[in-house]
């Protein structure tokens, strides 16, 4: 259409210095390419080759011939799919994997659960307090993973505790947070308190572009604010819903940081506690690059597999009302 | 945290208007979703004031006192914490500086100029290069990592500033904000007005559409600058040198040997709280700035 109206300008005839139509256009037409090309250089050396790097990897491996000493004793040499047969049948992987499909389990509904309910409290009316529990409960957003594992992993530690000492008090039975199944209390916990206020806030900002006179009349009906929040608020906001739940299953399926930095304070947590854990031991703990590729290749796509299975299950449903389209 | 609720409240009134009718009923209500954000902002604050408390603990005190009740050691554990490898901890902190704030300012200037290309301009393979971009977002880090590092470490960047800053500085997430910022901030007719002055496209996106976009670009830099703070694996895989550490890797080299000598776990301690504070400084400070809001990738019309 623009162009359209520059090109009836040039049939006139410009009679002002300005420069011809058009060149403008020529212009217009390459700068958004020269706009794009950092963007696209960076993806190319740091996203695109480092992909294709680990996908070669994952199907080589190392040949050694001899003793492995001096030059060319050494080979990368074709492996196929061996690699990737071998972390299929890994029992360390699988087991790792199944250990983060149960953390997962309990971190996703917990923590996207609980930024709803605080996200619709602070949508509703009159609540006092707003802005500063608001802030509050994003807070955790803003404290590096490592920390905030520092930090509880200290918090569960019995001999510090508050919570040991308030349960001493009271004569309860004292559970331990840092071994067996209080192990996965204990690391949900912290990636439902780093993660719910960032979640409550997507969540938040989709509930205020909601425009008042949507549920004005349910309120004029009588419809309690309960209602209000299941029949038309929930429903509304289904799209950022998706969303939030679209990233989580991606970090959740990819923690890494916060058992780590548990290690030092428990013996329970492994090397091969969760499958990207393993896969650095693969690299660099044990030198093979090539096993290592593999199961990184192996989490991505079940990670890609997992999270648009979830999209396209969750768009399938919500095609109908989801006109705003949160996910695109 | 008292002064920091009385400065909240004051725009309350105005963003939380209340309904005409106002029956009590609905007074008696309020109380729950209020009591339930209370809660919920005591759990999330609730490691902070921990940590706050402990940090003025000595060593024996914090194996011995009640956990909330101050101690007496906070001036010896800043002091250790200083002369700790000859004061090794502020190098991390300034390298987190660093990693963050160069790689931030980098990442949102790569991230306006690309966010307004594809938001402004009607262009061949437009929809092919965001998707392609948007990709970047879903590979997970480790797919990224491992190899970043061998690339890294055959150009012989490994183990430098480089290795850590380069990869971050791409940030799908921040071009898609971006993309949406410009959408919105930038009407096509005021680009249209530029070219008929004869400014070049550069000029046009320098001097008229980058002034509009800076309230979004505050909170892509801010999100960049968290998300380069924050950062664990990155430096972890390609750092082997404890000087060019950020704090996040500092704090857990600490822990790891801080848990065969418990005494270093004061250290820990004081070194956590002070490697929160600027970060929750930063939140404070440029919040009028910093429209939660625009960082779900809403843009009000």
């Keep these: ?328 | 945290m008292s002064s920091l609720a009385v400065r909240k409240t004051a725009p309350a009134a105005s963003t939380t208007p209340g309904t005409a009718q106002g029956p009590p009923l609905g007074r008696r209500i309020a109380l729950v979703p209020t009591l339930t954000l209370l809660l919920g902002a005591i759990y999330c604050l609730l490691p902070v004031a921990w940590v706050l408390i402990a940090a003025t603990k000595s060593g024996s005190e914090l194996f011995s006192t009640f956990t909330f009740f101050p101690g007496t050691g906070f001036a010896d554990n800043v002091s250790d914490l200083n002369a700790y490898r000859d004061g090794v901890y502020w190098k991390w902190m300034g390298n987190s500086a660093l990693y963050a704030g160069v790689g931030a300012l980098l990442s949102t200037a790569v991230s306006a100029v690309s966010g307004y290309a594809l938001a402004i301009y009607r262009f061949k393979g437009r929809e092919t290069i965001f998707s392609v971009l948007m990709a970047g977002v879903l590979m997970p880090p480790v797919i990224l990592a491992i190899p970043q590092y061998l690339l890294m470490a055959k150009a012989d960047l490994a183990d430098t500033y480089w290795s850590v800053l380069l990869p971050l500085v791409l940030s799908p997430y921040g071009v898609y904000l971006s993309r949406i910022y410009a959408a919105a901030a930038v009407p096509g007719d005021v680009v249209e007005a530029g070219r008929m002055d004869g400014a070049s496209e550069w000029r046009i996106f320098t001097r008229i559409a980058l002034p509009m976009m800076v309230p979004g670009l505050v909170t892509v830099f801010l999100f960049q600058f968290v998300a380069v703070w924050n950062n664990f694996l990155l430096p972890y895989i390609m750092l082997s040198d404890d000087e060019k550490f950020p704090i996040t890797l500092g704090l857990f080299t600490l822990l790891e040997q801080g848990s065969n000598t418990p005494a270093l776990y004061t250290l820990v301690i004081t070194g956590a709280l002070l490697a929160v504070i600027p970060l929750i400084a930063l939140f404070l400070v440029i919040q009028r700035f910093w429209s939660l809001d625009l960082l779900s990738g809403a843009v009000k019309s």
Excluded at chain 1, 2 to 29: D, E, F, I, N, W
Excluded at chain 1, 194 to 205: K, L, Q
Excluded at chain 1, 222 to 248: D, E, H, N
Excluded at chain 1, 299 to 310: D, E, K, M, N, P
């Design chain 1, 1 to 328: 259409m623009t162009s359209a109206r520059r090109r009836s300008y040039g049939v006139k005839g410009a009679p002002y210095a300005h420069p011809s139509p058009t060149t403008t256009l020529k212009r217009a037409r390459s700068a958004p390419y020269f706009f794009l090309l950092p963007a696209t250089v960076l993806f190319a050396l740091f996203f695109a080759l480092p992909i294709g790097y680990a996908v070669w990897l994952s199907l080589h491996k190392v040949q050694v011939n001899g003793l492995g000493l001096g030059s060319g004793a050494r080979r990368e040499v074709w492996a196929g799919f061996e690699n990737y047969a071998d972390a299929l049948t890994d029992s360390e992987l699988l087991d790792g994997a199944l250990r983060v499909l149960g953390y997962g389990a309990i971190v996703v509904p917990v923590m996207l659960g609980l930024a709803l309910v605080f996200a619709l409290m602070l949508d509703s009316d009159k609540v006092k307090l707003a802005p500063f529990t608001r802030l509050a409960i994003f807070l955790p957003y803003a404290i590096p993973g490592v920390v905030a594992a520092l930090l509880w992993g200290f918090l569960y530690l019995p001999d510090v505790s508050p919570f040991y000492f308030v349960l001493e008090k009271l004569g309860l039975p004292q559970p331990d947070l840092l071994d067996g199944g209080g192990l996965y209390a204990a690391l949900s916990n912290i990636a439902v308190w780093g993660g719910t206020g960032f979640n409550m806030i997507v969540i938040y900002t989709s509930l205020q572009a909601i425009p008042t006179e949507v549920y004005e009349a349910a309120k004029l009906d009588g419809a309690t604010p309960l209602q209000i929040a299941l029949r038309i608020k929930i429903p509304m906001v289904a799209p950022s819903l998706v969303l939030t739940f679209f990233f989580s299953i991606i970090a959740t399926l990819q923690v890494f940081s916060e058992p780590t930095t548990l290690k030092p304070l428990t013996n329970s947590v492994s090397t091969t506690w969760s499958p990207l854990m393993k896969v650095y031991r693969d690299a660099f703990g044990e030198g093979d690059i090539y096993s290592a590729a593999a199961g990184a290749v192996i989490i991505a796509v079940a990670t890609l597999v997992l999270s648009f299975g979830f999209l396209r299950a969750a768009n399938s449903r919500n095609k109908r009302d989801d006109s705003q389209g949160a996910v695109r």
